[in-house]
């Protein structure tokens, strides 16, 4: 194959990757257009019309947004890589600085650069625009700028020395490298999620244990019910960049812990947030997260083995513009970038099942909600009242397109949650007294 051909078929599969997420969009947006901003018959009395009009002019906002962004973004990068500019900034590098593996890191750190500042203008708009028009946004320029600067030291601090050692594994353990490169990739993944909720977010935000009391009590006896065991639920103060709200649960064995964002909390009743977090217990309980290491650690085997067959390539490099003298110069870095250029747009068809895994377990940590709170009924209430606070808060779309919402979420539509949650208290526990 050419070096001409492997570049078409890129642009097509990057164009086909746009095209379909476009037509997706466009059905979501008809479907949002559709609904008039009518509450949906089943929340009729827990969503006020006020508050539709806010999801449908929120969600229709953001479409706006990725309308311009996405085909922005993809041009430009397809344009980039089919002029062979790419191959231009390794020959730059190349020129500044000694040492293969040094100058390979320090080659995709500038890439990284790069792609960070085509998405800044995006991010400014999208924070101190459009998330401040709907009363979401609480960042200040400061912080903003603060986190940049730490993002970016971090980025350099653990990234280069880890892109160093990926080359040096790369280059001297011979036919079997991917084995190695990968191995040493899952460790270090591992150990970062170990390290993350310990070292890396509190950097950005304050976490405070959650003060004793009547809901403290309540998660303690939650916890002893379930067989949970954790470092603690801690509170961070995510209201200092938005007014969105989440949970979430982090960390491996002891380091275990729950998140809440203080404006889950300020938000929500104790049953609400007891709801919330029999969530996030069963995510861990049922495995999830076990489950989810294992399928990246998969994943990345996969990745690495596909990189060493693509290396034995020379046309393909070529294609990218690395090249002299008409012929390919093939480095890892240009491996490595390739490949991160191309996977994403070779791949786009295999997103609804990662959406329908993700899902299922989604289905699954409700359930165990439900079945964790005092009693099955107020489990029920909790959960769905938990569920419809959140949607209303942030304004989540509440007419997704059956398609999109198939393609793209993680979650099943907020609909789709309550109707899971009561249906299992008419089949499941009816059953149970007969
Ligand atoms: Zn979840």
Redesign the pocket.
């Known amino acids: 194959m050419s070096s001409s051909t492997i570049i078409a078929i890129y642009i097509a599969l990057a164009a086909a990757d746009l095209g379909w997420g476009i037509l997706l969009g466009l059905l979501n947006r008809r479907s949002v257009l559709a609904s008039q901003a009518r509450v949906p018959p089943e929340l009729a009395g827990s969503v006020s019309p006020e508050e539709a009009e806010k999801s449908r002019s929120y969600t229709l906002a953001r479409m706006r947004l990725s309308f311009v962004q996405e085909p922005v973004t993809t041009a430009i990068v397809v344009a980039v890589a089919a002029a062979g500019i790419f191959g231009l900034l390794d020959d730059i590098v190349r020129g500044l600085v000694e040492g293969e593996y040094w100058r390979g890191a320090l080659f995709l750190g500038a890439v990284a650069v790069a792609s960070g500042l085509l998405s800044l203008p995006f991010s400014i708009y999208s924070t101190f625009v459009l998330e401040k028009r709907f009363g979401f946004n609480t960042t200040t320029i400061r912080t903003w700028l603060v986190d940049g600067l730490k993002g970016s030291v971090i980025a350099t601090v653990l990234g280069l020395p880890l892109l160093w050692l990926l080359f040096v594994f790369m280059n001297a353990t011979g036919s079997l490298w991917w084995l190695w490169a990968a191995t040493i990739f899952s460790a270090l993944s591992v150990v970062l999620s170990l390290l993350y909720p310990l070292v890396i977010a509190p950097l950005f935000n304050t976490f405070t244990p959650l003060p004793d009391g009547s809901l403290a009590e309540r998660i303690r006896a939650m916890a002893e019910r379930t067989g949970f065991r954790m470092s603690g639920v801690f509170v961070m103060d995510g209201s200092k960049r938005s007014r969105h709200s989440n949970a979430y649960f982090t960390g491996l064995g002891k380091a275990k812990r729950i998140v809440l964002y203080d404006t889950l909390v300020d938000s929500m009743d104790e049953d609400e947030i007891l709801a919330v977090l029999g ?1 996030e217990i069963g ?1 861990e309980k049922k495995r999830h997260i076990v489950k989810g290491t294992v399928l990246s650690i998969g994943l990345s085997f996969a990745t690495f083995y596909a990189l060493s067959l693509l290396a034995r390539w020379p046309e393909l490099y070529a294609a990218f513009g690395f090249a002299r003298d008409g012929a390919a110069y093939p480095t890892k870095e240009a491996l490595l970038l390739v490949f991160g250029l191309v996977s994403g747009p070779a791949t786009f068809f295999l997103a609804p099942i990662f959406s329908a895994w993700s899902r299922a377990h ?1 289905y699954e ?1 409700d359930r165990f909600a439900v079945e964790a709170m005092d009693s099955y009924p107020a489990g029920v209430a909790a959960l769905s009242s938990a569920l419809i606070r959140l949607n209303k808060e942030n304004a989540s779309n509440l007419w997704p397109h059956p398609l999109y919402s198939f393609w793209y979420y993680s ?1 099943p539509t907020l609909l789709e949650r309550l109707r899971a949650i009561q249906g299992d208290r008419e089949e499941g526990r009816t059953a149970l007294f007969i």
């Open positions: 969530h995510h989604e940590a979650h």
